[in-house]
């Protein structure tokens, strides 16, 4: 039988990587590309570092707003699913591509497989927590990386199709990290030592739209006088540029344009702490054993919090200076995202579902 897997910004390909060697070694797995992250260092070089199957599809939507983005893609995903007719349709996260994806499939009769289901940072004034919300409630087979995940659903009346796996990010990094160790020069090309800097990433609208809030953030992260390595999102670029801060950035910050997978799991692994408005770096960070600061007021990762290995600051300037002085998380880091093996076991699911519907249709 047939799976169509849907992806289109970082986070999802990394999760892909480790789930569809596991899918097709029982089933045929068409993928599709929709194109949201789609220059080189956000996109493309995911493929060969990865080893990821190069698309069947390619739908290029690339940037715009959410409603324009969304939009496009429900349009070019209809197409393709049209052509392929899977059985199957599996979405990851939380992005546009992820609702789009997830959307398309569900107006065609398709059941969806949602990947990371169940999570909440119950504030809709996110589009992420949007996209998750809907997908969620559409989907036949729901995969939660935690049991709080489930717990969420089961609050919402989701209780059918729920999957308790661990997250898929647990077998991606692993091997990632391996490699990275072996291959990346990251360190050596930036002049940096391990533990002797820190790491940033800051993207969201909240964040970087406005010139008060992102100038602040610059302020405060030089005024920690830490060295600092901003991969900047090619959103928070544009911002820069528009604002005119990207002509004086203060010495002790090192802009890069954002890295590939290899060098930044190399860098959050060698990092004093990370300072993030992502939510999936929450995670990568928690799993690699780096203490972070999402300068954010929720997230959608609470075990995080719950473990201390992660502090809300929001943008608050004395509390991102007071975390980066003062933050320090315990020296215990329990496995809350599960053991190994989480991409077989979503596999095994997905066999077995897709087994019932082949004798439904044998009848």
């Not at 892909?16 to 949201?36: K, N």
């Not at 920690?224 to 528009?242: I, Y």
Request: hydrophobic content about 40%.
């Amino acid at each position: 039988m047939k799976i169509a897997s849907i992806v289109g910004a970082r986070p999802q390909f990394i999760k892909l990587a480790s789930l569809s060697r596991e899918l097709r070694r029982h089933q045929r797995e068409v993928l599709i590309d929709t194109g949201q992250h789609y220059d080189e260092e956000m996109a493309g070089i995911f493929f060969s570092e990865l080893k990821i199957p190069k698309p069947d599809h390619s739908l290029e939507i690339g940037s715009g707003e959410h409603g324009e983005q969304t939009g496009k893609m429900l349009i070019a995903l209809e197409k393709a699913l049209m052509t392929e007719k899977p059985d199957l349709v599996v979405v990851f996260g939380d992005t546009n591509s992820t609702l789009a994806g997830a959307l398309s499939a569900a107006k065609m009769n398709i059941p969806v497989a949602h990947v990371e289901a169940g999570l909440r940072s119950y504030d809709r004034r996110m589009p992420e927590e949007i996209n998750r919300v809907l997908t969620d409630h559409i989907s036949t087979l729901l995969f939660c990386p935690t049991d709080a995940s489930k717990q969420n659903l089961k609050r919402e009346g989701i209780t059918e199709g729920v999957h308790v796996v661990g997250d898929v990010m647990v077998d991606a990094l692993g091997e990632s990290k391996k490699a990275a160790e072996h291959h990346s020069k990251i360190l050596e090309d930036l002049g940096l030592e391990p533990k002797k800097y820190q790491f940033m990433t800051i993207h969201r609208p909240s964040n970087v739209d406005n010139r008060g809030i992102l100038e602040s953030l610059l302020t405060t992260i030089s005024g920690s006088k830490e060295t600092t390595v901003f991969s900047v999102h090619p959103r928070t670029a544009k911002m820069l540029h528009e604002f005119g801060l990207d002509k004086n950035m203060p010495n002790n910050i090192v802009a890069t344009k954002p890295v590939g997978h290899m060098d930044a799991i190399w860098l959050v692994a060698n990092a004093s702490r990370v300072l993030t408005d992502s939510g999936g770096l929450q995670k990568e960070a928690y799993l690699l054993g780096t203490p972070c600061i999402t300068l954010r007021d929720t997230t959608e990762w609470i075990e995080t919090i719950n473990a201390k290995w992660n502090v809300l600051t929001d943008t608050d300037p004395k509390k991102i200076l007071a975390a980066i002085r003062g933050f320090e998380p315990p020296k215990y880091r329990p496995k809350i995202f599960g053991p190994e093996g989480a991409s077989g076991r979503i596999a095994a699911v997905i066999d077995k579902f897709l087994s019932g519907l082949s004798a439904q249709d044998r009848t």
